[in-house]
């Protein structure tokens, strides 16, 4: 059989291994959170934001993100019907509405316009995402937010290291989270980030995090309903020497995406998933629409991609359409790209050969 070319997957080096080394041997007893301290100090200061603050999931730091800044029943949150359904969820977890709106067909995040639709006076947050590594159109979301009074939440898990007009993400909505999955660009296994400037977000979600422990009357004592979310240092040792390599790992990314778009360019009906001008993307995941040029079933190409060992992954269902959510949204971009997307391999240990390979299957199943 050929060689596994794997969706996703990390690069680690001697640099990772020393730094878990070192993290289990003396990341304990007075050094318990030493990785964890250094790994929100540093991915603070590379985004050039005020706090971090490090959980054991992302999933964990959007539950927390949308709890600290007061999400209840009865709210309504405007959120990209095109996501991994932890988006959505962890805005349900506060009991809170999501509304769902439809994406941007070149870019695949969520469409102004119909965010713009979507307000009621119940509406009290946006949820964008910047999908798979490229970033939404902050400028018109942030006015829309600015004349509205909403906050702005980034869900930017998979969208370490990319850029808006210059300006990196995370860094425009009232708070943002990052993602250490190991699938992600930079990885610990599990693990995931919350960042803002807001000192009163950023306190209560350090609350919420641990146990909404305050001992204000004993030790151990909790003021409110909280969770254990917390990171440990094993983790946390890992993301951070996966941070500190951030822009080689951009780059092994932007060099795949290189290959797929010089690979791809000649195939009729193939819509790549290109940044924008004025947006850097990190490409963590290569992306392609299939257009009506192409009458060959999205899912058997990626069968047949899958039977020469060549692992794919379909564009995510409608978040909207899960039995969770009561209301039924059109969105139909978003159900083109369901039907028809594609997201094509991207791990680390990658070369120009195997993408080559990959390209040439994709040419021939589609015919």
Known sequence: MNKRISFAGPSITDREIDSVMDALKNGWYENYDMHVKKLEKTFADYLGVKYALATHCCTQALHLACAAIGLKEGDEVI????????????VAYTGAKCVFADIEPETWTIDPDCLRKAITEKTRAIMLVHTFGHPAGMDEIMKIAKENGLYVIEDAAPALGATYKGRKVGTFG???CFSFQGAKMAVSG?????VTDNEEIYERAKLLSSMGRTDSEAVFWSDMLGYQYTMGNLAASLALSQLLRVEELMKIKRDIFGWYEQGLSSAPGIRLVKEKEGCKSNYCYPSLLLTDEIV????????????????????????SRFPVFEQRYENPV????????????SAANLNKRDVSFVC????????
């Open 79 to 90: 959120v990209t019907d095109f996501s991994w359904v932890a988006t959505a969820y962890a």
């Open 174 to 176: 009232d708070v943002a």
């Open 190 to 194: 599990e693990g995931g980030i919350l």
């Open 296 to 319: 060959a079933d999205r899912d058997e190409i990626i069968s047949g991609l899958k039977a020469l060992n060549i692992h794919c992954r379909p564009a995510f269902p409608r978040m």
């Open 334 to 345: 978003a159900a083109l790209v369901e039907r028809r997307g594609i997201s094509l391999p």
């Open 360 to 367: 040439e299957s994709i040419k021939r199943l589609i015919g």
